[in-house]
């Protein structure tokens, strides 16, 4: 959890603790971790998160010892290529390259202020607000930035931090503006121009942008029995969790204490205060037709399109909807954009293994799988 991740470091920074921060920046091959993942290492050598384990995540473990020493920030590869035999337990055979830095509170001897730089992070998270992380992976001698110099970047701007120099800080955030509209991890390389910064030698600054935003978030409508389960499974998987239903008897923090948000309202008025956005998964299991024409009418209306929007029901229930929601206007395009019937087929029975169905979808949506969902099928047909 990135939010976690952020908070736990904030937490150790104010203790007084140094913490090395190893972050997968590159993979090759069936690398055991994606990039962008992460792993804490505190002083005392106990760790937080995990790159993989194994072998490779030992290998950076103990790197990470070594940067919380020299405080020089180090790129580690790991090749796990050779671990690979009948006699070995390693399913993984790529390489991944580690970025390794420290992050130190406060003091007389620092520069920069890495407690302030994780706060502005939190503090964008807290608002729904995707920001980019630059850290310099290598520079040239004599460059204006050094190797784990980081920059904190927000809508076209500079929030912390600088590359020294006016035509590199340009260039990072052109770089980052596009890292952020497609919302993935990357390594950059920007020219260093002698020209505009006389007494510096030419060369290229290698960076890892990262976007650290907000969970996606599973909107709940409905809170019957199918929610409940639903809920804990997509708080497991990472979700920030919005319950919404307009019984404050089943929409309340005792029947989902893992929710992010539990909220008792009508639902047209209650999607509206949840601000239902672009990372947003919708799940419409409410207890009647009334209510999915209502919620359904609000969400496939709005300004910001959601990235899922699924609504469970029998064929004809959801046919039912549709043809309603067609003779009061809205556009057989628009209701193209819902999954229903929902969920992929597992042959879903007890509410557990419906939920399962929901989130397997979902998360197939959210990864580019290519398991076939219900709603295709049919169409299919």
């Given amino acids: 959890m990135m939010n976690g991740f952020y908070s736990q470091l904030v937490e150790i920074l104010r203790a007084g603790e140094q913490a090395a921060v ?16 992460k792993m804490l ?35 580690e590869l790991v090749d ?8 070995s337990a390693s399913v993984c055979g790529g390489t991944m390259e580690v970025l390794v830095e420290r ?6 001897e620092e520069t920069r202020d ?57 260039a990072l955030l052109s770089a980052a503006a596009n890292t952020k509209e497609g919302e993935t991890a990357r390594v950059v390389t920007l ?63 005792e029947r989902f204490p893992e929710a992010n948000s539990v909220l008792a309202a009508e639902f047209a008025e209650g999607i509206r205060q949840l601000a239902v ?19 359904l009418r609000e969400l496939v209306e709005a300004e910001t399109e959601c990235a899922y929007l699924g609504m469970i029901g029998s064929r004809r229930r959801v046919q039912a909807v549709f043809e309603l929601l067609g003779q ?5 395009a628009k209701l193209a954009q819902v999954h229903a019937p929902i969920g992929i087929d597992i042959r879903a029975k007890t509410p557990a293994e419906i939920a399962l169905s929901i989130m397997a979808e979902i998360v197939n949506i959210r990864r580019g799988g290519r398991a076939v969902s219900l709603s295709e099928r049919d169409n299919r047909i």
């Avoid at 796990?80 to 006699?87: G, R, V």
């Avoid at 499974?233 to 919404?244: H, P």
């Avoid at 919708?282 to 207890?287: A, D, K, M, P």
């Fill in 80 to 87: 796990l290529t050779e671990e690979i035999s009948m006699d």
């Fill in 191 to 253: 020219s260093q121009l002698t020209d505009a910064h006389p007494g510096e030698l030419p060369g290229s600054v290698r960076l890892y942008l990262e976007v650290v935003k907000p969970h996606p978030r599973l909107v709940v409508l409905g809170a019957g029995h199918i929610a409940v389960p639903l809920s804990k499974m997509a708080k497991l998987l990472d979700f920030d969790v919005a319950v919404l239903d307009d019984r404050g008897s089943f929409a309340n923090a």
């Fill in 328 to 332: 009061q206007g809205v556009s057989a």
């Fill in 22 to 37: 190893a972050t997968v920046v590159a993979t090759r091959g069936s690398a055991p971790r994606e990039v962008g993942a």
């Fill in 41 to 75: 290492v505190r002083s005392s050598g106990s760790l937080l998160g995990t790159i993989g384990g194994g072998c490779g995540e030992a290998q950076v473990w103990r790197t990470a010892l070594q940067v919380l020493e020299t405080g020089e920030p180090a790129l």
């Fill in 277 to 295: 956005d672009r990372d947003s998964y919708v799940v419409l299991i409410t207890r009647g037709h009334q209510h999915d024409v209502e919620c």
């Fill in 114 to 170: 890495d407690v302030a730089l994780a706060d502005a992070i939190l503090e964008r998270y807290g608002r729904r607000l995707p920001v980019v992380l630059a850290t310099v992976m290598a520079a040239p001698p004599r460059a204006s930035c050094t190797p784990g110099q980081r920059v904190l970047l927000d809508q076209g701007s500079v929030v912390l931090g600088g590359l020294g120099s006016r035509v590199l800080d340009e």
């Fill in 103 to 108: 992050w130190s509170p406060a003091s007389g």
